[in-house]
């Protein structure tokens, strides 16, 4: 097997990560809660305009949060789409909730918001959506079902950091909101997230919730004179440490974003004369949406021939990659009352789909040569 000169993602620093990280360590405080924490959280509650963030160790953590602000049991049930992540769904069945799993559109594979009506029953407490790749899905629409409904709307934005649906970004929309700093994403600390809080009623228990179930963040703030146990919670806070490298990134959007989007145009130009041919499907961007452009993912005609496209790239040095398995067919999933079949686009996507190097530090001649491989490839 050839050795892999292109990875799928290689960790990308984009100016001061060293320099504050360096600050960081002399200023002694490497725990959650100091001046980095301080300076993200105020960076992204001015640039987003949510009520509120509160940096987490993960977008799991951010998830697992939501799941306990909303005091989800298992009488109650949550609408996940089945092309997610694991995390997506997790976070709720921790806490007994069940899953009630929706099939994706096939154009932007986000959460099919026609299928909303007809799984929400008496139990469903909330609406969990995931902006594929960076594309917001039909908040309108899925806003418009959860209210009549009485049901919450949460959405899962591991991918959309600066993305937008009409104008807002994305994570702003729902009730609550969350981000992942992976270092798979486009703003990353090697692992982290965020919890945005749309809700001013949710913040005060949100603060509580992230700090191992105290009033501490009061107490930091001098409107408590001690802290102590007060609600459940967990160990959900960010590293000081890690908060100064995501401090850098975070300044750092524009340059992330414009290379981003350039790399994507890039895949999406110089592989449509082939994809044509083929039987290709390429990306689309709906025209209500600006596209975080976290992803960039084809449709291969069958999984035979996903799996031949992924072996010759490998043969050539270069590690394009699948995901997800459709969460309904997963072992979980069919334990929690997932059916296979349920979800027929999850289900075929999941067969067929190929994701491509992305990241900040890849350059011109290695996109190059990614399209050039992919392009040479005619084992349909
Ligand atoms: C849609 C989605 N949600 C949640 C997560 C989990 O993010 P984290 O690794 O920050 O917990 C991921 C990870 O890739 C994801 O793709």
Not at 178 to 196: M, P, Q, Y
Not at 200 to 221: H, M
């Amino acid at each position: 097997m050839a050795d892999i000169r292109i990875p799928f993602n290689r960790p990308s620093f984009v100016g001061r990560e060293r320099a504050y990280m360096e600050q960081c360590l002399a200023a002694g405080q490497l725990s959650g809660g100091g001046g980095f924490t301080r300076r993200c959280c105020e960076l992204l509650e001015a640039r987003l305009g949510c009520g509120r963030a509160l940096l987490t160790s993960s977008c799991t953590d951010a998830l697992e949060m939501c799941g306990l602000l909303l005091d989800l049991g298992p009488q109650d049930e949550f609408i996940v789409p089945s092309f997610t992540f694991t995390s997506s769904a997790n976070a709720f069945a921790l806490r007994g909730a069940r899953p009630v799993f929706a099939d994706v559109r096939p154009d932007t594979l986000n959460i099919d918001e026609r299928q909303l009506e007809a799984l929400i029953t008496p139990r469903t407490r909330a609406i969990i959506v995931v902006h594929y790749a960076g594309v917001a899905c039909a908040m309108d629409e899925i806003c418009a079902v959860a209210r009549k409904r009485g049901v919450m709307v949460i959405e899962d934005n591991a991918h959309g950091i600066f993305g937008k649906y009409k104008g807002r970004l994305l994570g702003t929309i729902g009730t609550l909101g969350t981000l992942s700093f992976h270092e798979t994403k486009s703003v990353s600390c090697g692992e982290g997230g965020a919890l945005l809080v749309n809700d001013s009623t949710l913040v005060e228990r949100a603060e509580i919730l992230l700090d191992k179930g105290t009033n501490r963040q009061q107490f930091f703030r001098q409107q408590a004179d001690k802290y102590t146990w007060v609600d459940l919670g967990s160990s959900f806070v960010l590293a000081d440490l890690l908060a100064s490298m995501l401090l850098a990134q975070l300044e750092a959007e524009v340059e992330i974003c414009s290379r981003r989007e350039e790399i994507w145009r890039g895949y999406q130009r110089g592989l449509s004369a082939w994809a044509s041919a083929n039987g290709v499907l390429q990306p689309t961007i709906p025209p209500d949406c600006d596209s975080s452009y976290h992803l960039y993912h084809l449709i291969l005609p069958n999984g035979g021939v996903r799996d031949r496209l992924l072996a010759h790239l490998r043969t050539l040095g270069i590690l394009g990659v699948f995901h997800y398995q459709a969460l309904n067919a997963s072992p979980m999933g069919l334990r929690l009352g997932g059916r296979i079949g349920q979800c027929p686009v999850a289900e075929d996507v999941s067969m067929r789909l190929v994701r491509l190097p992305m990241f900040f530090s890849l350059t011109g001649a290695e996109q190059d040569q990614v399209t050039d491989a992919v392009t040479r490839f005619d084992s349909f």
